[in-house]
């Protein structure tokens, strides 16, 4: 293959990753990124690992393990997909993102490896596998105490999966990328059980009867050891606070009590629970792969309960410390007020039918008008029915993204549901945007008025950047 020069700098570093194609182009395959770890030397296996999948609540339930492991003292890698911004933003040592001068030292210490494997197999490595690679890479070079890893999509052949989690996690499975991963919650769940591997524990959100049974059984295959929402652990109460919410969580070993979680809805609450129920297995429970054990706690046969108590409690300061510094940017976001401005990257009609949810309770607009983009290859109609009670009006753009659907079909599809005259076509999303905040304003009722911006990650990534969300302030 003929090969371009080293990327010098961070958009040629970027070029570089965007040309690879995306891994179901090619074939379901662990081949090429298990020869890229190794002839890297596995750096995964020089740390501990907590993986994460699921269909909605990754990249919240990630971020949060990540920060209450970083409370405990530990140094974490995170790695969650896809980015908000900046592709360098998918890789965190420390809980900040490396910058963009080591993401490109990263790639360029690997890319005469990665070559080596495009020319074995005669196909590019692709895209994620690439970052994939450079997570796990940078991750042993810092050296962190522990990574926290997102799934891409998937899990039994998702890039990711080269690592053994010690930990698996896995958030509630609904019907999405029904085209790579099956269009039933049986097949999907299926997939995505293949990060629970032997000895593992597997902290399980609640799940649909389905996917719950699949994941179930993959535990007493693997010899794992199960911990589920609502049984082991879980949400004991959740009351509405200015700015988010105030918690009691039931973990594995003992009781959590006022907890200030600053996100906004019980979806929160339960990805809450997975996280802190994550950490007190890591801790306390799992096996540390390929490192000297942490202390053990009590484990059982495959595929029962799992055996918490209170001895293996985390400090509970620490815990609140912890979820109060949370963070889930492009979920429930507050943008900015006067009207009050929301992003959510809901993209599935679970995951809106949570935001709507989360919208109704902390918020109470008077009047909410949204802003959407969505993929095309997205349960459109179903997205578009979660969010008809709760707005009066929606302005439909679209999105920088090549498979965002065209603003035109997004208004024939919306006049369906909500009426041609609660419609609004505006093709670029700034001036979507600004639409938007002068429909809300429109009827004087500017303390009750709101908007939503949603529907892809890249919507909300692309409203961050032209809201300044996160921007320095101007000198």
Known sequence: ???????????????????????????????????????????????????????????????????????????????????????????AVDGEPIGERRFVEVLRDILPYVRLVDDKHGVRVSFFEVLTAMAYAAFADAPVDVAVVEVGMGGAWDATNVADGDVAVVTPIGLDHTRHLGDTIEKIA????????PGAVAVLAQQPLPA?????????????????????FGVLHRDVAVGGQQLSLRGLHGTYDDIFLPLFGHHQAANAAVALAAVEAFASGAPTRGQPSLEAATRIAAGDDYAGGEEGQL????????????TSPGRLEVARTGPTVLLDAAHNPAGMA????????????????????????????????????????????????????????????????FGAERVHLVPRLDDAIDRAIGLAEETGEYAGAGVLITGSVVTVGEARTLLRVGAPAAE
Request: proline share 6%; glycine share 8%; no cysteine.
């Open 315 to 326: 400090d509970p300061a620490l815990v609140r410390s912890g979820f109060a510094k949370a």
């Open 1 to 91: 293959m003929n090969h371009v020069e080293e990327p010098s700098d961070y958009p040629a570093a970027v070029r570089e990753i965007m040309s690879r194609g995306v891994e179901w182009e090619i074939e379901p395959s662990l081949d090429r990124i298990r020869d890229l770890v190794d002839v890297l030397g596995e750096p995964q296996r020089t740390y501990p690992v907590i993986h994460i999948t699921g269909t909605n609540g990754k990249s919240s339930t990630a971020r949060m393990i990540e920060t209450l492991l970083r409370e405990r003292g530990l140094r974490t890698g995170l790695y969650t997909s896809p980015e908000l911004t900046a592709l360098h933003e998918r890789i």
């Open 190 to 197: 299926t997939e995505k059980a293949g990060i629970i591997k």
């Open 354 to 417: 949570a935001t709507v949810e989360a919208v109704h309770e902390s918020f109470g607009f008077s009047r909410l008008v949204g802003v959407v983009a969505v993929a095309a290859d997205k349960d459109v109609p179903g997205l578009l029915d979660q969010l008809e009670p709760v707005l009066a009006e929606v302005v439909v753009t679209r999105n920088p993204s090549p498979r965002s659907m065209r603003a035109e079909e997004l208004a024939e599809l919306a006049e369906g549901v």
């Open 212 to 232: 719950a049974e699949v994941l179930l059984r993959r535990v007493a295959e693997t010899g794992a050891v199960a911990a589920r929402e609502g049984i082991e």
